[in-house]
């Protein structure tokens, strides 16, 4: 079962410039719990990464980077270690990668995967076509690893600040072919310079175990629940972000409604969080 927890996190980013056409980026970071006696965790390097342009419309990034997949971030939105070639042609870009994730995991979730059972091969293609942002994703897990996913996301921005989003993600190499789909409204932009802005929105998520990475981007707990890849979690999940002031955001989710096959549906999650940029 989640238990309640009271964090503080801070990170701290360092870039170097070393020349005209190469940057390396390195980000510590650092938790605490208010609640516990002590903290022993220590600070460590949480991305450290070197890009390299050749030219204005390729690059090259080496090592400990971000990770954001789909529309959303509902399938994966944290830390991936390889190298990522990335082609912007106007108004579409093109990624090919290789590398492991860092949380999460690759097919069933009930097996033990080391970091290096994680390893895949990234391809992608995303864009802007006017009102429309899409994305289409093909990534290919370690034979043994019965992973081989074929996504697509897109989110259209209508009038009166409003937009609908989704992802979709199938596993053609796991027994069934499971997939997992989100769709969402959302409403407005949280400008981190313009106190009083905001953004809200709500969004249906049914997720298959063996289709699912882990290192989400939704805040709650809720996907901890998914622990077996022939297990499918259905939920509900509202969230917002509010500019209090110049560099400060108010964040918050609840995730509701939850549907877990052949167990125990999972109690309801929420999660507040405090967010100052300087």
């Known amino acids: 079962d989640a238990k309640d927890k009271w964090d503080g996190r801070m990170k701290i980013i360092a870039k170097a410039q070393v020349n005209d056409s190469t940057t390396v980026t390195g980000r510590l970071r650092y938790d605490m719990n208010f609640k516990a006696a002590d903290n022993p965790d220590h600070v460590w390097m949480?991305?450290?990464?070197?890009?390299?342009?050749?030219?204005?419309?390729?690059?090259?990034?080496?090592?400990r980077q971000d990770l954001f997949l789909g529309q959303t971030g509902?399938?994966?939105?944290?830390?991936?270690?390889?190298?990522?070639?990335?082609?912007?042609?106007?108004k579409v870009n093109v990624d090919l990668g290789y590398g492991r994730l860092i949380a999460g995991h690759l097919g069933d979730p009930s097996k033990e995967d080391t970091k290096n059972d994680n390893?895949?091969?990234?391809?992608?293609?995303?864009?802007d076509a006017g009102r429309i942002?899409?994305?289409v994703e093909y990534l290919d897990g370690k034979d043994s690893l019965d992973a081989r996913l074929f996504g697509a996301g897109l989110t259209?921005?209508?009038g009166g600040d409003f937009n609908v989003f989704g992802d979709y993600y199938k596993n053609t190499e796991y027994k069934g072919d499971p997939?997992?789909?989100?769709?969402?409204?959302?409403?407005?932009?949280?400008?981190?310079?313009?106190?009083?802005?905001?953004n809200i929105n709500v969004m249906y998520n049914d997720i298959g175990g063996a289709t699912y990475f882990g290192g989400t981007g939704i805040g709650t707990d809720m996907?901890?629940?998914?622990?077996?890849?022939?297990?499918?979690?259905k939920f509900w999940n509202i969230g917002t972000d509010?500019?209090?002031a110049k560099n400060v955001q108010l964040h918050g989710e609840y995730a509701f409604d939850a549907d877990l096959t052949n167990s125990e549906d999972p109690d309801d999650a929420w999660t507040v969080s405090l967010n100052y940029k300087f």
């Open 46 to 63: 949480e991305e450290l990464k070197v890009n390299h342009q050749f030219g204005d419309n390729f690059g090259v990034t080496l090592g």
């Open 74 to 90: 509902t399938e994966f939105d944290d830390e991936f270690d390889g190298a990522i070639a990335t082609a912007a042609l106007g």
């Open 119 to 127: 390893e895949m091969f990234l391809g992608r293609v995303y864009g």
């Open 133 to 135: 942002s899409y994305d």
């Open 156 to 158: 259209a921005r209508l």
């Open 179 to 198: 997939y997992t789909w989100t769709a969402g409204l959302g409403y407005g932009h949280a400008d981190w310079k313009k106190p009083g802005t905001f």
């Open 223 to 233: 996907l901890g629940n998914l622990k077996d890849g022939n297990k499918e979690l």
């Open 242 to 244: 509010v500019t209090l």
